[in-house]
C-alpha cells in the first residue's frame, strides 16, 4: 500500500501508539496564568513538547482610530513561530500558515469573549510558540483563553481546544507530530464546554460519516480534559494551589 507501512509502527498490535499513549489519551498538558510582567494577563501551555506563551495587551485604544468599531470592541491576534521553534530554522517572517492560524483563533476565540462591553478599543494576543510539536494551534487557542481571563477580559466561557484524528484506520485523542505527518486526518476543535458550543473544526483527510462523528465526540471530550486544566491555573493564580 505504499507508504502506509509507517502506520504499522504509530499504532501497534496493542493499541499503543509510537509515543506510548493509548488512543483515547492526551500528551503531558500544564498550563500557568499570569507569566509576564509587562502584560495585561499571559499564560504559558506545555502540551506535549510544544511550548507556547501568550500575551495579552487591552482593551486599549485603537490606532488608526478609523480601525475602530463604534458597537463594540475588536480582537486582534497573532500567532508567531519562533526561528529556533522547529527543526529547520524558520524564516522570522509571518508566514502564510501564521497568518491563517492567527485568523483561525481569532475566530474561534471571539464568540467567547464580550467584546460589545468596550466598543472602540482592541484587544491584543500575542502569541509565540517557543517549540513546536504537531497541534500548536490548539494548545495556543487554550494558552490563550487562560490568558484573556487572566487579563480580567468578561467571557461566557473559556475555549478549550485539542485535536483528533485518524492514525492506522483508528480514532485516536491529541494527534502528536509524527501521527499528523503519517497519519490520514487530523481535527482540530475548540470548544465552550459550559455552553457546549463548538468555536473552531478544521479538518485535514479524509474521513467516513461514521468517523467525523465519532472524531468530533473524541475531540470534544479531550477538550473536557483541557478544560479542567485551564481553570486550575487560573485557581492556582488567583487562590493559590496550596503548596505555597
Excluded at 24 to 39: C, H, M, P, S, W
Excluded at 172 to 190: F, S, T
Aim: glycine share 8%; charged share 30%; aromatic share 4%.
Amino acid at each position: 500500500m505504499g507508504g502506509r507501512e509507517a502506520t504499522m509502527v504509530l499504532l501497534d498490535e496493542n493499541g499503543i501508539r509510537c509515543d506510548g499513549r493509548k488512543v483515547d489519551e492526551t500528551r503531558k498538558i500544564t498550563i500557568k496564568a499570569g507569566v509576564l510582567k509587562n502584560a495585561d494577563g499571559s499564560a504559558y501551555i506545555e502540551f506535549g513538547d510544544n511550548k507556547i506563551l501568550v500575551g495579552i495587551f487591552g482593551p486599549r485604544d485603537v490606532h488608526p482610530k478609523h480601525m475602530s468599531d463604534t458597537d463594540t470592541g475588536i480582537l486582534r491576534v497573532r500567532y508567531h513561530m519562533e526561528p529556533f521553534s522547529v527543526t529547520e530554522r524558520k524564516n522570522p517572517a509571518p508566514s502564510r500558515r501564521e497568518i491563517e492560524i492567527s485568523k483561525v483563533i481569532k475566530e474561534a476565540l471571539e464568540p467567547a469573549v464580550m467584546l460589545e462591553k468596550f466598543p472602540r478599543t482592541a484587544v491584543d494576543v500575542f502569541i509565540e510558540i517557543l517549540q513546536a510539536d504537531g497541534g500548536t494551534r490548539c494548545a495556543a487557542l487554550s494558552a490563550a483563553s487562560v490568558a484573556l481571563a487572566d487579563a480580567g477580559i468578561p467571557m461566557r466561557d473559556l475555549v478549550a481546544a485539542c485535536a483528533s484524528g485518524k492514525v492506522a484506520d483508528t480514532i485516536v485523542l491529541d494527534v502528536n507530530n509524527e501521527e499528523d505527518q503519517a497519519g490520514q486526518a487530523d481535527m482540530p476543535i475548540g470548544y465552550m464546554p459550559n455552553l457546549k458550543k463548538i468555536t473552531l473544526l478544521q479538518l485535514d483527510g479524509i474521513l467516513t460519516p461514521e468517523e467525523y462523528k465519532k472524531c468530533v465526540e473524541v475531540g470534544v471530550n479531550g477538550c473536557k480534559i483541557v478544560y479542567e486544566l485551564q481553570k486550575k491555573a487560573l485557581t492556582d493564580k488567583y487562590f493559590g494551589n496550596g503548596s505555597d
